[in-house]
Nanobody, 124 residues
Framework: VQLQASGGGLVQAGDSLRLSCAAS????????IGWFRQAPGKDREFVAA????????YYANSVKGRFTISRDNARNTVWLQMNGLKPEDAAVYYC??????????????????WGQGTQVTVSS
């Protein structure tokens, strides 16, 4: 599976963005997918994950209630709807495929097929 994130941009605090993760190749529809982010000088941080059936989702505490992860296997796409953006949400956002299932995981080492990230900038 190859993944490509898109949809980032420059927004003001309180605004919304929807990121997309487009997949190509085999295996997407049976893979858990995660979103991570990395700010300059910081480690890659877990944001959200979704099971391959969409039945289960998992969020970092810092985004719970503001971000929503969803997917459409027929369209080979996972989305991350981000509402109420804060300056601390600014980072490069990446999507990745989990190595294992069915439980959702938050460690970056449990994921692979990292796509090229998309930059999110939030001005205060």
């Amino acid at each position: 599976v190859q993944l490509q994130a898109s949809g980032g941009g420059l927004v003001q605090a309180g605004d919304s963005l929807r990121l997309s993760c487009a997949a190509s190749g085999h295996g997407f529809s049976t893979s858990n997918i995660g979103w991570f982010r990395q700010a300059p000088g910081k480690d890659r941080e877990f944001v959200a994950a979704i099971s391959w059936t969409s039945a289960n989702t998992y969020y970092a505490n810092s985004v719970k209630g503001r971000f929503t992860i969803s997917r459409d296997n027929a369209r080979n796409t996972v989305w991350l709807q981000m509402n109420g953006l804060k300056p601390e949400d600014a980072a490069v956002y990446y999507c990745a495929r989990a190595h294992f299932g069915p439980s959702l995981r938050a460690a970056a080492t449990d994921y692979g097929s990292w796509g090229q990230g998309t930059q999110v900038t939030v001005s205060s």
